[in-house]
Every structure is written in C-alpha cells, then in structure tokens.
C-alpha cells in the first residue's frame, strides 16, 4: 500500500496535475480570500471557505480523475492486481494520496490568518472549524471522484461524472428549501453535504457532521473496492 | 507447481475458457499455443488472480489463487499481453516500485541490479520508460516479472512485435529462466512455442486440443511433410510423373504458371525424405527443379492434423 501511495504521490509531480491542482487552488483561494475578506474588511474567514467549497467542484476532480481510469487504459491494473495486495489497500493508498495533495494545499491558506490577526481580530474557533469543514468536505468529495474514476477508462468521462455529483450534492440544500413535500425534504437532506456545515462555521465541533463525513467517504471507498470485486468476476 | 482442474470462465452464454485442466512441474517451460480468442490469455489472467474463475480452481505452488490470493500472488511473476509500465517513471524507478509493491525483503541494490543484467536493461536505468523503444519496453516488462524471483512465470505472448534478433534474444532468457522456474508462455506461432518449450498445451475454442511433449508435437506436424516445388516442363505430365513417385501420398498443381514453370504441391509419405528421389526422377526425364522449398503448416493445419490423429488413437484403441 505504502509502494502504491508513494508512486502516487510521485506521479501528481511528474505530471502537470499535481502542479495545476496546487496553482489553481491557490489562485482562485488567493482571489477568493481577497474579495470576501480584505476588501470587505473583515476577519470572518466563514464566507471565503464557504465560497471556496464552490471551486472544489472543479479542483478535486482534476486529482481524482486519473486514479483508476488511467491505469485501466494504460493496462498498469494488471500489475496491481496480480501483485500481492488487497484491493482495500489499493483503494486506500490512492485516496491516501490524492487526499494528501488536498490537505497540503489546504493547510496553505491558512497563511491567510496572518494578517487577519496582525491587522483584526480573528476568531480562532470559527477560522479552524470552517477549515475543519473544508478538508472533511473535500475528503468526502475525493472518495466519490475516487469512486467514479473506478467506473470508466475514460479520464473526461471521470472528471464530469464527478463534477455532477458533486454539484447536486451541494446544490441540493438550495433547491431543498423550495419543496414542499416533507418527506421529500427529510430524503434530500440526508445526501445535502452542504447543510451539515453550518455549525462549523460558528466554531462549533460537530461531532454528528464529522461521523456523516466520514461514512460517505467510507461508503464510496467500499464501493469502489466493489466495483474491482465485482468486474474481476464479470 | 501449478494445478488447473476444470475451469470454466464464461462470460454470458459464451465460454471463453471451458473445461480446462492441466498441470506443470517444477522447472518445466509449458507453452500455450492457440489462435487469437482461443481463451490463452484468459487462462493466464485467472492464473494469475486478475480475473475470477466461473468454476474449477488454479492452484500455484499447492495454494488456491482464490482462498489465498495473497500468497499464491507472491509466488508468481506475470508478464501480461500489454507489459503494465507506468510511462512517467524511469526504468529504475519501476523496477523499485515493483520491489516495494511486491515486498521483497533481499538486497535492494543487488537484486535489481541483477534483473536488469538478466533482461539487459541495465543501460537504459536512468531513461523514462515512455521514450523506450518497443524492445526494451518488452524487456522491461518481463523484468517486472522476475523482482522477486518468483517461483512461476507466467509469460502472455513475450515476443509480440518484436524484431527477430529480439525474438532470439528473449527466447534465449527464457530457455536460461526456464532452468530454475516454473515457466508459461503463450503463442499463437507454433515456430515460436517449439523454440523454447519442453511441453505444448494447445488451446482452441476454450477447449485443450492437445497436450503434448515439444517433440511428439514436432513428430505430428513434420510426418508428411508438405513440399512447394517449381518444375520446368509440361504440365500433365509432369503432374502425372509425382504421383508416380514412391512415397508421395498426394500432388497437385497449384497453377502458378511463371514463364515455362508451373508451382506444385507435394506431401510426402509419413518418415519418407521425397526431395532425393524427386531430383532424380525429373532429371532423368529432363525437367529441371528451379524451386523447392518446405511449406509450414499453419496453425489450423496443426488443429486438424492433431484432431485427425486423437480420433486415429481412440479407434485403434477400440479396435484393440
């Protein structure tokens, strides 16, 4: 598992991935960050990350989407597969890697805290529970490209599949609150990953959003070890 | 070392695999020949854990690949069709790579350096797999298969696409590797099984056709040999003059007419050399041989001919 994280890890940076993920993170969080916070002078920090999960849409597809499809086209599985490791570890040691990358970058914008606490006050808890929220929502978000790039052989084909999940399952909690139908409501705001945010926000640890997190991200894992399981019997 | 009873591989109501059942020993070199879609590499890649069975099981080594997965893996190096290189890593990097995913535990440095003297890789360590030539990415490919050092190899079409210096070379690697493992490898030339194999498996429609020693193999396709000859005369009674020949069973003109010559096609009597008696025969008469030459029989030959000898057997037997 650890060869496969390693060789992962290796490949974001041997390839120009790993380099436009990290850009364009940082980018879009730099304009984000100056918009929302700088210029509307404030040192609530809660709206920038809120707005930044928005652009994960597109970032974290861009890490996930090579994962299983490119080593399906380039036949690099078989060497995998037919090596002594589980498929478990196989799975675990991508999402491992991509969610490294992701975490990284992540932790990069905590820089953004410097000035804010020169120049203003900040408030701890809710800076480092938004940013809590932010590496489980991306976590969860990982494990589903994961997932879908397990699915295809076709780079494209994972990085929109992706893109379209992810955004129903943050736009669900807009279009939640226009039904009327309740059970309807109960149903979306189970899959609604944008609604269990909130309390974060306001520095709260919520202990029930971090378990929700982390089962989706475990479901999409396990499904994805399925999805080896079941083609090697296919 | 390996054991393969009853394994059927279906994939909806075709059978890709259908009843297969054989056995290699230590230190054999098992060559698997069938036409393209005969199910070869189907069977290798159920061998080797990639696939699932539908039913019947593979043993490596004593150890089910599907109770123990984890094992039986660790015991064998695989070759697959389309050698599994990552493109973006140096040929080094791979080869540690592979070290750490199969995790070896000997000298790093030392047996790396070994495989790549083996498989002569060792010049081209520091180069991106990606800029290799075919060549050597085969190479690099079956290097892959030995780190470890694994009991069984199990080699799916190894000298595809290869020049024929390449071909001996690697047909060469395998005959010195075929000394201390388990080797298979498949084919659909029979040339190039013959080469390197102790034993022939052949496979047709998912269904083992014959599995024979290299030579009995070799006897059955070489009894009655099939000649291609170009003879300078007329042609009814040239015709008529082969068939005359002793230890011809059968001639036929072919009607390639070039110049004053004309192509015909002779098959001699089992065990009966026909080239000497021919020369004389048509020199006598004052036709002169310009082209002789041994025609290989292809694949579907070799089925028909091993078909037609199985059948030979059985009733002999029953007669008996």
């Not at chain 1, 991508?94 to 970058?105: R, W």
């Not at chain 2, 994939?11 to 199910?39: C, M, Q, R, W």
């Not at chain 2, 083996?118 to 085969?138: E, F, H, M, P, W």
Request: hydrophobic share 45%; net charge neutral; charged share 20%.
């Amino acid at each position: 598992m650890l060869a496969i994280y390693k060789r992962e890890m290796r490949a974001y940076f041997t390839t120009p991935i790993g380099y436009i993920f990290i850009a364009v993170f940082l980018a879009v969080s730099g304009f984000l960050f100056g918009i929302t916070t700088l210029q509307s002078q404030t040192s609530d920090v809660s709206t920038y990350y809120q707005i930044l999960m928005f652009a994960y849409i597109i970032l974290i597809p861009l890490l996930t989407m090579k994962t299983f499809c490119e080593e399906r086209r380039t036949r690099t599985e078989q060497l995998l597969l037919t090596a002594p490791v589980s498929l478990t570890g196989m799975v675990m040691a991508k999402f491992l890697s991509a969610l490294t990358m992701f975490a990284s970058t992540l932790l990069v914008t905590a820089i953004y805290f410097v000035p804010l606490t020169e120049y203003g006050e900040l408030n701890w808890p809710r800076a480092l529970g938004s940013m809590l929220a932010m590496f489980l929502i991306g976590m969860t978000f990982i494990a589903i490209g994961i997932f879908v790039s397990s699915l295809t052989e076709n780079q494209f084909a994972a990085a929109v599949g992706t893109i379209g999940i992810l955004f129903a399952l943050l736009i669900v909690a807009a279009v939640n609150s226009l039904i009327d139908s309740y059970a309807v409501r109960a149903v979306l705001s189970w899959i609604s990953i944008y609604s269990r945010y909130a309390y974060f926000t306001y520095g709260i640890f919520d202990i029930a959003a971090v378990v929700y997190y982390v089962s989706i991200c475990a479901v999409f894992l396990f499904l994805s070890v399925r999805v080896f399981e079941k083609r090697r019997w296919a | 070392m390996i054991e393969i009873s009853h394994l059927v591989k279906r994939y909806g109501t075709k059978f890709a695999v259908d009843d297969i059942s054989f056995s290699v020993g230590h230190g054999e070199i098992v060559g698997f020949l069938g036409p393209n879609g005969a199910g070869k590499s189907t069977t290798m890649n159920i061998l080797t854990g990639y696939l699932s069975s539908t039913s019947g099981t593979a043993k490596v080594g004593g150890i089910d690949i599907l109770e123990a997965p984890y094992e039986a893996k660790k015991l064998i190096g695989f070759l697959p069709e389309q050698p599994p290189l990552y493109i973006d890593m140096t040929v080094g990097e791979y080869l540690n790579f592979v070290y750490d995913l199969k995790k070896c535990t000997m000298n790093r440095e030392k047996h790396i350096a070994e495989v790549m003297e083996v498989t002569k890789v060792a010049d081209v360590k520091g180069r991106l797999i990606k800029n290799l030539s075919k060549g050597y990415k085969q190479r690099v490919g079956i290097a892959q298969a030995l780190v470890g050092n694994p009991k069984v190899l199990i080699f799916d079409e190894p000298t595809v696409g290869l020049d024929p210096k390449q071909i001996i070379e690697i047909r060469n690697l395998i005959r010195t590797l075929g000394q201390d493992h388990t080797v298979i490898l498949s084919s659909h030339i029979l040339s190039e099984v013959q080469a390197v194999a102790d034993r022939i498996v052949i496979i047709n429609h998912g269904k083992i056709v014959a599995d024979e020693k290299t030579e009995d193999i070799t006897r059955v396709v070489e009894d009655g040999r099939l000649y291609s000859v170009k003879i300078c005369g007329p042609q009814r009674e040239v015709l008529a003059a082969l068939k005359e020949l002793p230890g011809v069973r059968r001639a036929e003109a072919v009607g390639e007419r070039e110049l004053d010559s004309f192509t015909y096609h002779i098959e001699s009597e089992p065990g009966v050399d026909v080239r000497k008696p021919l020369f004389y025969a048509l020199a006598q008469r004052g036709w002169a041989i310009i082209g002789l030459e041994a025609v290989g029989m292809s694949l579907e030959d070799v089925f028909m001919k091993l078909m037609d000898e199985n059948v030979r057997k059985k009733n002999g037997k029953g007669r008996q």
